[in-house]
């Protein structure tokens, strides 16, 4: 059958003349009006999605960093002490070590201690029935009597199989180290910070053959968290901090990201799910406007390669808020799950900067 432009009528029965021929257009002004309609409100749509999910407040920064100060040459040189303690003296810390494993939770635990924490064990079995791992926990209660919420602060601290993982992820959990000493010592001296419970979490098993499973330690620790309803405000994982690239090209992404974000690789990563937008724009927006250091942000659907790819997306799966702060991982980092991520590769005076940046935008959260 033809669908060209034009059908003509039949012709009337019972003979005679035939009616003038009446023509219908099939595109006409009225179908092209509705498709423009149509395609304009797609078009909003996707203007408003990149506006609200890809652009975010404020303006990254751009040019030469300021000078190291004292205080943050003095965090740089105890980030290095735990990135090379966790990824020199005891790498490989995984199920497949289990010496390594165990001796780096104790590791955290005198940390935490030394901040002036009690931490604990929350012991969990893994899906085989026979083996049991440990994530390291350590909590400063709310100065709000009245309040239960939670803010969760976690990094993995297991390796990859056969790799040290100082980027992956000793990096992350000397941040979170750092962050718990920074934040007890306000609490002793501010009676009302933190405005609710700050828990930090070292997780155990997020590398494969646990990953995105329920042998996950951030997956067990949050779906016991959905039991006891808890009320877990926001979790950040704190995922691969040390690595960074000045060099144009440096940094890649899935499709089509590169068309909205810089090609080098200097900056850090908010990164969430489309339901954690609001608080991926609130977190880069305070970012922006503490630290004088590039940050970006993303809030995507999780089907994108990457962005479910930590202890964020097991609390997903429990209905609760969570992001992700990253240089970006294998996005960025050629050392990932190899040999060579090794503590002489991360970049110390950059991790000090980006701890002073947490310390800021995390505090207000915890206000």
């Known amino acids: ?55 975010m407040p404020g303006r990254s920064h751009t040019g030469p960093l300021p000078a190291m100060t004292g205080s943050q040459t003095a965090t740089a040189d105890r980030l290095r002490a735990d990135v090379e303690f966790l990824a020199g003296t005891h790498a490989r810390r995984n199920i497949f070590n289990p010496l390594g494993y165990a001796a780096s939770a104790r590791y ?8 002036g924490l009690e931490p604990t064990r929350d012991v969990f079995e893994l899906a085989d029935g ?52 920074r934040f007890h010592a306000r609490s002793q001296t501010d009676s009302l910070f933190p405005a609710c419970t700050i828990r930090f979490v070292c997780f155990a098993n997020e590398e494969p053959p646990h990953f995105m499973t329920g042998d996950m330690g951030s997956h067990s620790h949050a779906m016991a968290a ?21 060099t144009r090209g440096s940094q890649s992404y899935p499709f089509p990201l590169s068309v909205f ?28 406007g503490s630290e004088p250091f590039p940050c970006e942000g993303a809030a995507l659907p999780s089907g994108i390669p990457g962005i479910g790819y930590s202890d964020h997306w097991s609390f ?6 969570a992001v992700m702060f990253t240089d970006t991982s294998f996005f960025r980092n050629p050392n990932y799950h190899t040999a060579a991520d090794r503590p002489g590769t991360l970049d ?3 991790m000090a900067r980006v701890v002073d940046a947490l310390e800021a935008v995390l505090s207000a959260e915890a206000e």
């Open 348 to 350: 110390y005076e950059r």
């Open 226 to 246: 959905e039991d006891l309803g808890e009320d877990i405000r926001l979790m950040v994982s704190l995922e691969m901090l040390g690595y960074y690239d000045d």
């Open 108 to 115: 955290l635990e005198d940390r935490f201690r030394d901040a």
């Open 1 to 55: 059958m033809d669908t060209g432009s034009t059908v003509e009528a039949e012709p009337k029965d019972g003979g005679g003349s035939a009616e003038p021929s009446r023509r219908f257009r099939v595109g006409s002004k009225a179908a092209f009006k509705r498709l423009g309609v149509l395609f304009a409100a797609i078009g909003l749509v996707l203007v408003v999605a990149w506006l609200w999910l890809i652009e």
């Open 130 to 181: 026979r083996t049991t791992c440990e994530n390291v926990v350590a909590e400063i209660p709310s100065g709000m009597l009245d309040s239960g919420e939670v803010l969760v602060i976690g990094a993995h601290y297991d390796t990859f199989q056969g790799t040290p993982g100082a980027d992956d992820n000793a990096s992350g959990v000397a941040c979170l180290l750092e962050l718990a000493a």
């Open 261 to 288: 974000y810089p090609d080098t690789g200097d900056f850090v990563a908010v990164v969430g799910n489309v339901s954690s937008a609001g608080h991926v724009r609130r977190l880069v927006g305070r970012w922006r």
């Open 316 to 321: 997903w799966q429990a209905g609760y808020p």
